[in-house]
């Protein structure tokens, strides 16, 4: 699963592809693109034939006015430029049954929506110390891996595997007819996160901060899981609630 591109040093800025047919090209040799930005109102037969060729992929396409293209580039880019990603995205089916083979017993963080690099960073840092075997994200609202979500993870990104795929309610699907638990954490229940058996092969769902987990992942989930919580303050950072019921799956498996 440790089959990343290693930089030998993390990047400070993110490589960027600059032009449609440029672009075209990337995607075509199969470069790992982390996004793709176009220019609002574009077209063209060159640009229809690159959002063509994009419909095979798992790589977003944002329209954004000219001038965010501008600022990130003062070089002809007619309208589009490509960030290259720094990893290599994974697919989660190819993971959970590598995972089953090596006699392990999967744990998986499914993200839905979480869009801070910080956080992202953050989490999954905390993924790669206790022992999270992937993490899944959607193909679009999701957090860039970027020079930042790579410092705040201390290189953790590099090291775990991330899958990002379109639909997330198929891929919880997936991990569930392949025998993971769906844990979702959310303050919509009674119980708590010390309810659910985490020995068990599972898959456990963060929410974003202010939308949390969407309504077709929670009507899916096997458990619904709350933190305890006692203050004034209703909520934790995402990456801090994440962090505390991943410690909970590590406190079951290790007693």
């Known amino acids: 699963m440790d089959n990343f591109r290693r930089p030998q040093r993390a990047k400070e800025n993110n490589e960027f592809v600059f032009g449609i047919r440029a672009v075209i090209e990337a995607v075509k040799a199969g470069r790992d693109i982390e996004t793709i930005y176009q220019q609002r109102g574009l077209g063209g037969d060159l640009f229809l034939e690159l959002k063509a060729l994009l419909k095979d992929t798992l790589i977003p396409l944002n329209s954004v006015p000219v001038e965010k293209l501008n600022r990130m580039s003062q070089k002809n880019h007619q309208g589009v430029i490509a960030v290259i990603s720094p990893i290599t995205y994974q ?5 959970i049954p590598t995972v089953f083979e090596k006699g392990e017993v999967p744990l998986i963080l499914v993200l839905d929506s979480v869009t801070d690099v910080r956080n992202m960073g953050a989490i999954a840092r905390t993924a790669a110390c206790v022992g999270v075997h992937a993490i899944v994200v959607p193909l679009k609202n999701a957090a860039q891996i970027n020079a930042d979500a790579i410092k705040t993870s201390a290189g953790a990104l590099f090291s775990i595997p991330i899958c990002r795929h379109a639909n997330l ?22 119980d708590f996160i010390y309810a659910p058996d985490y020995t068990m092969p599972t898959a456990i769902i963060m929410g974003s901060e202010d939308e949390g987990i969407s309504n077709d992942l929670l009507r899916v989930a096997d458990h ?32």
């Open 91 to 95: 697919n989660i089916e190819d993971i």
């Open 169 to 190: 309610h198929k891929t919880c699907l997936f991990l569930q007819e392949s025998g993971l638990q769906l844990v979702a954490c959310t303050e919509k229940t009674s």
């Open 224 to 255: 619904l899981a709350k933190i305890p919580m006692a203050g004034k303050i209703e909520s934790l950072n995402v990456s801090v609630a994440a962090g505390v019921i991943l410690y909970e799956a590590v406190r079951q498996r290790t007693v």
